[in-house]
């Protein structure tokens, strides 16, 4: 089936078989490997990415659900080579260890951050329910998207670069 | 994991996706929000030869007002089922068990109508919608007919639902006391499904309904009749699992999950009835 949608502020089209899942469709079509397959079972959220705005685990969304949709995957938060805001702050505050599940927890966060709710720290805590880290722990990452949600109240809100 | 080989189809109309679902049959099966129906096809549980994809149908969306309750879209999404305002003030138990709802990503993608159709014992918004006293339309090529939501669970996964028929409506009727509720939900991580869940809804008749106590998502009638008689909250609770079947598995056995209904419903009794 013939696929047109909006992938990081491009028009990309492809030919897709029904079942491919929309993970696949980036990493594998597309080159776009920053987003990671964990754990296949929509449970990690290493899968996550934007659709129209709003986070969804890849792994769980068939691609041709997305046809003519608005996708932002982690390499669309940096276009130019510059960090995103969130990106900075996850290097800022030790929010990483091995790395595999940051791209999800980013783009969640993004997400989150894009609601513009005021958020403390169980708020985030509750917004990040969906995605899992092995191995840093998650002290360190709700330290940065605390740091990101304060900023949010002085200076512009993250929605303006995602 | 991914899915069998499939055929796939968006239908532009309610119309249209009937015709589908008529030409095809139980071969078909009807895609919504897919986050029940695409994890059992990666699992190759579910093998349909066709995808009926509802998912771009604008009247099947959305929350409007209906003779003083609210008529839900089935393609509703968990999210803005959470953030409506006409269901903050008309069926508020409605928004907090979506907002229990696995996490965010999942609550962005999956929708009312696909939890009920797929007849979960384990769904949060199943519970409630049976706490408010829910009905659902269901139309086929014959026609269309309404039941209440109790009538819809058959048993495991299991619905009333014919293969040529969608569920093309929610609806909520009006409630005296909307603001008398609770939603309660037992589980060890916070995105997993509740090992045991209540919704109360109160009000002159106070309604209560059970999260994963059984095939299907179920009313905890002795704990209602015990209320209408005027027993008190907490002895009405100790009727929680009366009748009940818990399931068992690796989360509790079927007698833990007894007495977490009793405990959760005398908790959800006592916040939610004045």
């Known amino acids: ?162 | 994991m991914i899915p069998a080989e499939l055929a796939y189809e968006r239908a532009d109309s309610v119309e249209h996706a009937i015709a589908l679902l008529g030409e095809h049959g139980d071969e078909a099966k009807v895609l919504a929000g897919g986050h029940s129906l695409v994890p059992l096809l990666r699992l190759r549980f579910a093998r349909p030869s066709l995808l009926v994809d509802i998912g771009r149908i604008r009247e099947l969306a959305g929350v409007s007002e209906e003779g003083g309750g609210l008529a839900i879209g089935p393609t509703t999404r968990y999210a803005d089922l959470e953030s409506s305002a006409l269901v903050a003030e008309r069926a508020p138990l409605l928004a907090a068990a979506a907002g229990e709802v696995g996490d965010p990503q999942v609550r962005h993608r999956g929708t009312v109508g696909g939890a009920l159709a797929h007849g979960d014992p384990a769904s949060d918004v199943a519970a409630a919608l049976l706490a408010l006293g829910a009905t659902v339309a269901l139309r086929g090529a014959g026609g269309e007919r309404r039941l209440p939501l109790s009538d819809l669970f058959l048993g495991f996964l299991e619905t009333a639902i014919a293969p040529d028929e969608l569920l093309v409506g929610i609806s909520v009727p009006p409630s005296a006391a909307p603001a008398e509720f609770a939603f309660e939900k037992f589980n060890r991580r916070a995105q997993d499904w509740a090992i045991v869940g209540c919704a109360v809804s109160g009000g002159p008749v106070p309604r209560v309904a059970l999260v994963n106590m059984g095939t299907t998502p179920l009313r905890a009638l002795a704990v209602e009749e015990a209320l209408a008689g005027g027993a008190s909250a907490r002895d009405a609770a100790e009727l929680a699992a009366r009748g009940a079947e818990p399931p068992e598995d690796l989360n509790g056995t079927a007698e833990y999950r007894r007495h977490l209904a009793r405990v959760l419903v005398r908790r959800a009794l006592e916040r939610a009835l004045p």
């Open chain 1, 1 to 162: 089936m013939e696929l047109r949608l909006t992938v990081n502020g491009e028009v990309v089209s492809g030919a897709v078989e029904p079942r491919t899942l929309l993970v696949h469709f980036l990493r594998g079509h597309l080159g776009l490997t920053g987003t990671k397959v964990g754990c296949d079972t929509s449970s990690c959220g290493a899968c996550t990415v934007l659709v129209d705005g709003r986070s969804a685990k890849s792994c769980t969304v068939l691609a041709v659900q997305v046809d003519g949709c608005e996708v932002t995957t982690i390499e669309g938060l940096a276009p130019d080579g510059r960090l995103h805001r969130v990106q900075e702050a996850f290097r800022e505050h030790h929010a990483l260890q091995c790395g595999y599940c940051t791209p999800g927890m980013i783009m969640a966060a993004v997400s989150l951050l894009r609601e513009g709710r005021e958020l403390d720290e169980g708020a985030v805590r509750r917004g990040l329910e969906g995605n899992l880290c092995r191995c840093t722990g998650y002290r360190g990452i709700v330290e940065a998207v605390l740091a990101v949600a304060g900023a949010t109240a002085h200076g512009p809100a993250p929605a303006d670069q995602a």
